[in-house]
């Protein structure tokens, strides 16, 4: 194995870059100093994740995973997320493990990127094709709510609250982007686009109308936000870890349930790579009942959560367009950029377009577990 100067002459020798995959020299010696995990032996990336860059270092002491977040986390987001996994581990639950740095903080910032460092978590993925994976993601989940209801705080408020999102305010940025899209796309592919925003505000308005009373009495606690098949380790049919906190806040627990129900009990294809736009009415059932073993839903929650379900994919597309925005403040956007994001508008309306076609029948699903 490499020890830490070896790491360091094998990586590129390019100034740091704040989403690189790669650590460059300067970065593992700096980073290597400011943590006692013994000396560095291996770092190589983590291909899962999206949101952040993630290695899995090697050392003398055992094996790390250190994480370069999202440049757009800042340090409260950090002391909030490092605050909730030990306040789950605390209570057993099965966050990763933090390891402070020499000087006794729970992340480092450097070359502009803050970076955090936990225990590794040995283990296997989640297997969809064993029903005991499916059935201990459920209670796992259910638990997640029952212990974070204690969680002291601060309430940290990540997100736009879901109902002022809604409604006018919302379509905003869409003019903005068939603007981008007058530049890049074919006329055929621009009334695509103005007749998907057309559809989407349609179902903001709508959406506004039926939360707006029913919103406040609704439960709201901090939500892990990315509870899926990705977060969990396995040893066996038991769950040995649950991670991915980047997107912790304080909202809606049916937002937190909208979210991994869908990743749960999407329909795949034959090889199970390709998700379709439908969901398993029996697999909602059954990842309900075994949440609930753990943390009861109340029936008027349930009766919403269908609703819930839609504007979570029209939060994604106004989150979606005002991210393209931002980005495209800071560097010009290419064609290539363009076609992307409208594939991504167009897969989010799709999933939008089936929730409300078969409102009813996943209404019934979902009560009846």
């Known amino acids: 194995m490499k020890r830490a100067h070896e790491i360091a ?35 190589s990336h983590e291909p899962k994740g999206r949101s952040n860059v993630s290695f899995l270092i090697a050392t003398t002491t055992g094996k790390y995973v250190l994480r370069q977040s999202n ?29 402070a740095a020499r000087h006794g903080a729970k992340f480092i910032e450097h070359g502009g990127a803050l970076y955090l460092l936990s225990r590794f ?55 903005d982007i068939e603007n981008f899209g007058k530049r890049f796309l074919e006329p055929g592919e621009q009334r695509r686009l103005s007749d998907l925003f057309s559809y989407v505000r349609g179902q ?21 936000g990315s509870y899926g098949r990705t977060a969990l380790i396995f040893d066996g049919d038991n769950i040995v870890g649950v991670v991915d906190y980047d997107r912790a806040a304080y909202e ?7 979210c991994s129900i869908k990743d749960f009990c999407s329909i795949h294809g034959k090889f199970r790579k390709e998700r379709q736009v439908a969901l398993d009415y029996g697999l909602c059932r059954k990842f309900l009942a075994a949440y609930q073993e ?25 989150h979606r367009c005002n991210s393209f925005l931002l980005k495209a403040a800071d560097a010009p956007r290419v064609e290539k950029q363009v076609r992307k994001l409208v594939q991504k508008l167009e897969r989010e309306s799709a999933w939008l377009e089936w929730l409300e076609k078969h409102e009813g029948e996943l209404a019934s699903a979902l009560s009846a577990a």
């Open 9 to 43: 002459d094998a990586a590129t020798d390019r100034p740091p870059s704040r989403r690189s995959k790669t650590l460059s020299g300067e970065m593992v010696g700096a980073l290597s100093r400011s943590y006692d995990v013994g000396e560095w032996l291996s770092a």
């Open 71 to 99: 440049p757009r986390k800042s340090a409260e987001g950090m002391l909030f997320e490092v605050g909730l996994m030990e306040f789950l581990r605390q209570r057993g639950y099965p966050a990763p493990e933090v390891v």
């Open 121 to 175: 978590i040995p283990g296997g993925h989640y297997d969809a094709e064993n029903p005991g994976h499916f059935r201990e993601a459920g209670k796992m989940f259910g638990l997640y709510h029952k212990v974070i209801r204690h969680f002291p705080g601060p309430a940290y408020q990540r997100f736009a609250p879901v109902v002022p999102s809604l409604g006018p305010e919302g379509g905003r940025p869409f003019a």
């Open 204 to 224: 903001s308005q709508y959406l506004h109308s039926r939360l707006n009373d029913v919103y406040p009495r609704l439960l709201k606690l901090v939500i892990q």
């Open 252 to 258: 809606l627990r049916a937002l937190d349930l909208a």
């Open 294 to 318: 753990l943390e009861p839903l109340p029936g008027d929650e349930l009766q919403v959560l269908p609703d819930i379900m839609r504007t979570r994919h029209v939060l994604t597309i106004i």
